[in-house]
Structure formats: C-alpha cells, structure tokens
C-alpha cells in the first residue's frame, strides 16, 4: 500500500476496521490481525470505536448521502469514519475531506475518490437539515439498534434512556489494588497507597472504595506505576463487586466457573487463602487466567472444562463458594464493544439465556449445603438476569436469594455510568 499522510493512513486504519465489523468480524480480532502500530493504531482505534459508537447514526446519515448503497465494505467504512469526524471536528472539515480522498485513492484502485469527495461535500452542504433528520429518528439520535431501544424500554422504564446514554459514552478505567501487596501497611487503604504512587508519576486519579481507583483519564498500561510488578490490575469498579458480594472466607473451596480472563478470580485471591479452582472453556483465553495469576503472585487450580459437565471435571467435592460469571449478551458493558451493539441480534439472546440457564443448573449440585452461588452477568437484560434468576429458584427449591449488602435483597442491577460498567448480580443460598 502506498505511503500516506497521517490523518489519511488514520483514516484509511480506522475504516477498514468498521468496514470489518460491517462484514460481521468481531473487531477486537480484526484489531489484533491488522498489524497496527504507534500513532496510527492509537488514533484508528479511537475513530473506529467512535464511529462503531455512533453507527445508527452515521448509517442513518450515509443512506441520505448515497444514491445507492454502497456493494463493497471498504469505502463505507472509510465514509462512516469520516463522517463521525466531520461530526466531532467541524472546524476541520477541509482537511478531513481533502485526507479522506486521499485514503479513498488507496482502497479499490482509486475509484472511489470521487464518490467519497461528492458524498463528505454534500454532507457540509446540507449539514444541519441532516443532522436535523438524524436528531428526530430513534435509532440515529439513540445511536443503538431499534430492538435494544425497545428492550430497555420494557425492562428499565425509569432508566432506558441513561442507559442508552451511557452505552454511547467514553468508558472510565478503574485499578485494583492487590491487597497481599500492601498487606504489611496498616496505617492506609490499598488504593490510598496506589494512589500515592499513581501521584508520584503524574497521574491523577481517585479512590472509589479499599481497593478500587478511578483514573481521571484513560492510559496505556505501560504508563500504570506497579502494574507490571503485581501492585494494580485493571478491573471495572462494578467488577470488584463480584468478589466482595461472594464473601469467599479463608479456607474455603471457591470454585470461579467461567474465570477467563481471570480477573475475578484474582481478586478472590487477593482477598482470602481460599482452595481456588478456574474454569473456563477455551483454551487461549484459559492461558490469560495464568498469565494474570502469575504477574500478581496468586496461585489456583485451572482447568480447560466447560462449567455445564461438572463430571468432566468435578473431583466430587463440594465448593463453598461459586462465581458463576456467566457468558451473555454483554449489554451492560457495550461502550467498550460498540460493535456488539451491531453484530448483536435480537434472536441472540434466548441462546445466552439457555447456556446460562444450563450453567448454573449443573453447578448447582456441587455447590455445598449452606454455600451461596453468585450468579453474575454483565448484561442489563431482565431476560438474562431478574427472569433467568425468577426461573432458576422455581426449580430448585432448596434455593433462595440471600438476604442484605445490596440495594434489593439478594440481587441488585448497577447501571453504568461515570464509574462503572453496567452488571447485575444475584447471590443463590443453598439450603
């Protein structure tokens, strides 16, 4: 490919990833075989997720645009990223547009230049009649599929519209401070010593709780003071929930059933001398779990097994205590996978809700007499949560909700926001 200016390489990066998202690929795996680097991947990553984030609303834009739908991914992509900049900086138009056309020279043997330059000049033209249509149509002014509107809509009558918002925001990076690191201090919290730290290199942040920090702004974790060495992991505040609500205590078997990458897991670790076994199914994310453990010091038990055939795995001995962080439609945590907002399908979610279903059923069994199994999505769904949760009591009648520590007893929803990510948990005692 030839060489290009850097707004036009950045351009051109950014919409061959959204093209591959338009072509159905997940693009965290597209991101990891582009061969993007320095500069370029930072700034492609940021458009692309941008333009990913408000895809209902370029789409929208685009259609009015075009005479005709565009046959190839390629140029969509590069005028979905371009538009999403013309739309974040419109005192830049000239240079976007005159980038553009030259990123336009690069893809289908130069082409599409003429077409890109007409349909980015008509948009300046008729730029507030556009945006002015865009701003009255649901799907281009929420900026999420028509069907994830109306499904928030019947679930979350009071807070649908926030959780729209916050689904096309910026997400926030939040630290853990490990625990065992800072064990031998008594006079401060863990995040206050981290907090220390971060401060001494110039990075400003707050503490959230004992062991969660808040950055001001999101950073490379080549610049997080004490990552490297085990000090801090990065983990969603709304995350760290999970091992506080399962109250694992030292000495007990704690089973993390669905643990990669295995930052749960750790964090049980950190926080009691428990017998900890990790499961998870695929097997390169089963090498994560690992790689996590040994960067903080921790050890467990970790098995390739999938969580619904506990006699491939189970050595018959019961577990005090089980995180079921069950696989789901990961609605809550969207705004760090836009393209799960447009790769996702309605018809999707009755497949998470009966794996999820036939997850915690098997595990149920070898969960010990008067231990709690916290059930855990980062979905905001009632299907996956309060209706999956609804269902699994009706059949196990040696099951409730275990009562205290959240806002409603026993389960309780944290819709995103500046903090943290959407999730929902609910702790299952058994009799």
């Not at 739309?87 to 020279?105: K, L, S």
């Not at 005090?320 to 609605?331: E, G, H, N, T």
């Not at 916290?374 to 769904?381: G, H, K, N, R």
Request: hydrophobic fraction near 45%.
């Amino acid at each position: 490919m030839p060489l290009l200016p850097p707004l036009a390489e950045t351009l051109r990066a950014a919409g061959g990833l959204v093209a591959s998202v338009i072509e159905g690929r997940n693009f965290d795996t597209v991101l990891a075989r582009a061969g993007l680097t320095g500069h370029v991947r930072a700034a492609s990553m940021d458009l692309a997720y941008g333009t990913l984030r408000a895809f209902g609303r370029g789409d929208f834009l685009l259609a009015r645009l075009l005479e005709r739908p565009l046959a190839e991914a390629a140029p969509r992509g590069l005028l979905l990223v371009a538009l999403a900049r013309l739309e974040a900086r419109p005192g830049d138009a000239h240079t976007t547009v005159n980038q553009a056309v030259i990123a336009a020279a690069s893809i289908g043997k130069g082409r599409y230049k003429g077409l890109v330059n007409g349909v980015l000049r008509n948009f300046l033209r008729r730029r507030e009649e556009l945006l002015a249509l865009a701003e009255a149509d649901e799907v281009a002014h929420w900026r999420h599929p028509a069907w994830w509107i109306a499904q928030l809509r019947r679930d979350h009558p009071a807070h649908w519209q926030d959780l729209l918002a916050a689904g096309n925001s910026h997400p926030p990076m939040c630290l853990r401070a490990n625990r065992r690191k800072y064990e031998s201090i008594r006079d401060a919290s863990p995040a206050q010593l981290l907090l220390a730290q971060l401060a001494a290199a110039g990075i400003a942040a707050r503490a959230l709780d004992e062991t969660a920090v808040l950055l001001e702004k999101p950073l490379p974790l080549d610049r997080i003071s004490g990552f490297a060495s085990g000090l801090c992991s990065v983990q969603d505040s709304g995350a760290q929930a999970a091992a506080r609500l399962l109250d694992a205590r030292d000495g007990m078997r704690v089973l993390d059933a669905c643990a990669a990458p295995g930052g749960k897991a750790a964090h049980l670790l950190e926080r009691a001398d428990i017998e900890l076994t990790a499961l998870d199914a695929d097997v390169a994310r089963v090498a994560r779990i690992t790689e996590n453990l040994q960067r903080l010091g921790l050890a467990a038990t970790v098995k390739v097994a999938d969580a619904r055939d506990p006699d491939a795995w189970w050595d018959g001995r019961p577990f005090d205590r089980i995180l079921a962080d069950v696989p789901c439609s990961a609605s809550g945590v969207v705004r760090r996978h836009p393209d799960a907002k447009w790769l996702r399908r309605e018809s999707d979610i009755a497949g998470f809700v009966a794996t999820q279903k036939s997850i915690i059923d098997a595990l149920w069994r070898t969960l010990a007499p008067g231990g709690t199994m916290l059930y855990a999505t980062c979905s905001v769904f009632a299907a996956e949560n309060r209706i999956q949760v609804e269902g699994f009591l009706g059949r196990h009648p040696d099951a409730r909700l275990a009562p205290g520590g959240r806002s409603s007893p026993g389960d309780a929803y944290q819709i995103p926001d500046a903090e943290h990510d959407g999730f929902f948990y609910a702790l299952l005692q058994k009799a």
